[in-house]
């Protein structure tokens, strides 16, 4: 068996890289929530490629780290492979993450992905080494490196995921980029290289490994860095949709797992539209909404009131003060006058809590204060109410629905 040993400063430039990787990847999906669908998918791509770029290039450095007295090259296929292995699989963790309700068994299936995903592209990179020695590999290092890599994995997306702020993303990167460094280290000591009978001419490199490791990692470097820049723009819609300006939201389709997302509201002001989602913080939706289902009875304490997240603080508007609510997925957006909030509550737990207020359904995703009403406008087929407030709102009212809304409204 030959004798292996580290560069000590190419080991830590490949942990740095892992890091700064799984930092990337984790702050691209930042606010995807506030996306659409379809909007939503090139972001996670982006983030796809950053993180599992960044566990092949921790994975090359880490291997260019290595010294032994034995002469070896890599195969072009399998390194490619390789990297494209923990990109999809990466991909795919983060698309179970963020298609759907986020609950703690998606969390754990992209967890799972995840550190699949880093054990795979190891050994599969592992097998592009060529020369003059033959690997081998034990049982128990198989073992513990894919056990690190899926639980340390798990443990990284619980945090960043469990309140999305700098300081938890950042915790979660680094528990994810040490995860995927303990991977590869923990595999390479329990990895043999034993040298063969036979000779194998090897060209010799035009750049040294050293050179190639330090290429590999600040190339890394920068295009993380221009990932980052590149999320900068959703997160200032997400800071934006606190402001009370006017907001219009545009869902086609609907959420996967969730209520189906209704017409859009129109908000026209002097300076034109404006598509602003509101932020939704989950430590509000834990505060209502952990230990039962959304449809339970409201609590007689809160008889009046709805509750509703801005500035990270759990606040109540009355009944009285609210326009309309729109169903969002399991939660509800509420309303009041040209600024939108998160509610934690369903749409029908809401239902509940406002039987006796001057409410009305006026389509599957809203429902709207009579009181809070402008005008009514009916073009062809479709219909809308228009809300009181310093700029036109526009609420839809589905073909079935208006007959009831113009008798509420006296107009019948």
Known sequence: MVSVTYDPALVIASVLVAIMGAFTGLRLTSGLRHLDPAARRPRIAEAAVALGGSIWSMHFVGMLAVSIPLTISYSALPTLLSALVAILVVGVGLIALHFGARTQDRILIAGTLTGLGIVSMHYIGMTAITGNCVIAYKPIGLVLSTAIGIGSSILALELAYRRRTWLMTACGAVVLGLAISAMHYVAMIFTTFEA??????????????????????????????????????????????????????????????????????????????????????????????????????????????????????????????????????????????????????SISRVEKAIETAPFIRTHRSYLVNLRHVAGFKREGDKAFCFLIGDREIRIPVSRSRISDVQKALGLQ
Request: charged share 15%; glycine share 10%; with cysteine.
């Open 196 to 345: 063969t009978d036979t000779v194998v001419f090897v060209a010799t490199p035009i750049l040294s490994t050293g050179t190639l490791a330090m290429i590999v990692a600040l190339a890394s470097f920068v295009i993380c860095g221009l990932f980052l820049l590149m999320a900068i723009p959703v997160e200032n819609q997400a800071r934006l949709a606190m402001r009370p300006v006017g907001v219009a939201i545009g869902v086609p389709g609907g959420v996967p797992g969730g209520i189906p997302r209704g017409a859009p509201v129109t908000v026209a002001g002097a300076s034109g539209t404006v598509s602003v989602p509101p932020k939704a913080d989950s430590a509000l939706s834990k505060a209502y909404v952990a230990g039962g289902p959304n449809e339970r009875k409201p609590d007689p304490a809160l008889s009046g009131r709805i509750p509703y997240e801005r500035d990270n603080t759990i606040r109540f508007l009355t009944i009285e003060q609210i326009s309309a609510f729109r169903a969002d997925g399991h939660y509800t957006r509420v309303i009041n006058g040209s600024t939108e909030f998160f509610c934690p509550w």
